[in-house]
């Protein structure tokens, strides 16, 4: 049975990706978004942790951070420092290209 309060925060959360975040701009500075980072510490560290761990990455989520690639930490353990910069672009050029890849854009002129 599913903590009721795991499903009020995932659904919340849910709701604004389909009805605010899918209508403006990418704006996070990390990757992946703060919306999603936070589905997905509720998700493996339950409501109260994964609260906690959301709350921390919307403050660092602001216009004088760098950003990065910041994953949300395995269970049993706090968040580590996040990639930076540059490690960020090459994760985005490969998410890129994998998913071009994946819909049949790839660079390969033979590919169908």
Partial sequence: MSNPAVTILTRAIR???????AHMERRCRYQPTCSAYGLESIQIHGA?????????????CNPWSKGGVDWVPPKGSWPKK??????????????NTDHQASRGH?????AP
């Fill in 82 to 95: 996040p990639l930076g910069y540059r490690e960020l672009i090459a994760y985005r050029e490969k998410e």
């Fill in 48 to 60: 109260i942790k994964g609260t906690l761990l959301t709350v921390w990455r919307l403050l660092r």
């Fill in 15 to 21: 709701w604004y990706q389909t009805n605010i975040s």
């Fill in 106 to 110: 790839g660079d390969d002129p033979d």
